[in-house]
Structures are given as structure tokens and as C-alpha cells.
């Protein structure tokens, strides 16, 4: 399923007996009294496969947070996860939007980069994240639990066919990765300690 705590939990189910190895982004459909788009620079987005902000409305989603105005009948309440339909209308889910590095012009989503990683046999965990840089804006970075080498690391993302803007400039060996009580990878654990790293360095 694809949740969200804002619109009463569960937006889409999927049948995972139906899984392919194409679809393992694939969160599925909503139900009939779901409704959902996708959002892309504040235009509803209709083409297949073109991805954009989930969005959802209707009497599910909550009323208003604690101390704001309440919210407009209809009007469409925007996650901050980035999403896409394919042709049969199944959402696929491609991480958050708070979770996306801009690096030289060009986007970069850190599960994307993280799923290849972790195919690598000597990788337990990783985290990807964006650190500043005066030349790009921002850098591709990963902090690994691994036993590999940061340049077998590298070598692998070109294997797996990763564009080369997107694999990590910079990677990080760690014991464990920062989290916090529910298990949750804190990233900004990372850039706090890593940018410092960096600029101790100049």
C-alpha cells in the first residue's frame, strides 16, 4: 500500500502476488472512493509515466492541523512523496521529495541511488544525501555500512548503469547509521557530520 497519516492511512493497495520484477516501485491502485493526482510546478499532471507530487482530496484527508485555518472543501492536500502513474493507472512510489538532491542542474532521488547500492553483496545499509558544493550546488553523497571499497563502490554504480550524475561523488564509511526511536535513518545526522567533515578539510 502507499499510506499517508494526514488522509486516514492507506491511499493505494497492491497485489503482490502480482509483483514483477519491473513494477518493485509499484504501490498500486486507490480504491473507488480514493481520490488522487499527481502535481508537478502547480499544474495537475495527466501524462503516463510523468512523475510529479502525490496528491489526494476528499473526506479522508484531515481537517486542518492543530492551530491553522481549516482546509477548503475539494482542495487538494500535497505529500511530499514525488510519484508517477504508468498506462493501467498504477501509482508508482519514487521517494520524497524532501529526500531528492540537485546536483549540476539535474535532480537526483536518493532511494534510486540507494536501491543500487544495496544490491552490492558487501553493502548491509546505506543512506544517500546531498552535501553543499560551490561548484554543483550540491553533491551525491553515501554513508555505507559495508565491508566494500569506496572505489569498488563506485565501480559498481557504473556496472549496474547508474548516469553518471547521480552516482556518489563522495562516500563514507560508517559503523551504523544514525536513527532515531522508530528506527528511522536521520540524514541530517549525516550532513551535519560529514559537512563539517568537508569543510575541516580546506
Excluded at 53 to 59: E, F, K, L, S
Amino acid at each position: 500500500t502507499y499510506a499517508c497519516t494526514e488522509a486516514a492511512s492507506s491511499l493505494t493497495f497492491h497485489d503482490v502476488t502480482q509483483t514483477t520484477q519491473q513494477d518493485d516501485d509499484c504501490v498500486g491502485t486507490p480504491p473507488d472512493h480514493i481520490e488522487l493526482a499527481l502535481f508537478e510546478r502547480g499544474r495537475i499532471v495527466t501524462a503516463p509515466f510523468e512523475r510529479g507530487v502525490i496528491a489526494t482530496r476528499g473526506p479522508h484527508v484531515l481537517n486542518r492541523y492543530w492551530g491553522q485555518p481549516p482546509r477548503r472543501r475539494n482542495e487538494w492536500f500535497q505529500t511530499n512523496d514525488l510519484g508517477y502513474f504508468d498506462g493501467k493507472g498504477k501509482l508508482y512510489f519514487c521517494g520524497r521529495l524532501s529526500d531528492s538532491i540537485r546536483t549540476g542542474g539535474e535532480t537526483v532521488l536518493a532511494l534510486e541511488v540507494e536501491r543500487i547500492l544495496l544490491r552490492h553483496p558487501a553493502i548491509v545499509e546505506c543512506a544517500v544525501f546531498g552535501l553543499d558544493d560551490d561548484k554543483f550546488g550540491q553533491v551525491v553523497c553515501a554513508a555505507l555500512v559495508a565491508t566494500a571499497s569506496v572505489d569498488s563502490v563506485k565501480e559498481w554504480c557504473g556496472e549496474q548503469g547508474l548516469a553518471g550524475y547521480k552516482r556518489p561523488r563522495r562516500v563514507y564509511c560508517v559503523d551504523e547509521l544514525p536513527r532515531n526511536s522508530s528506527g528511522k535513518v536521520l540524514k541530517f545526522r549525516l550532513v551535519e557530520r560529514f559537512q563539517q567533515h568537508e569543510r575541516s578539510k580546506l
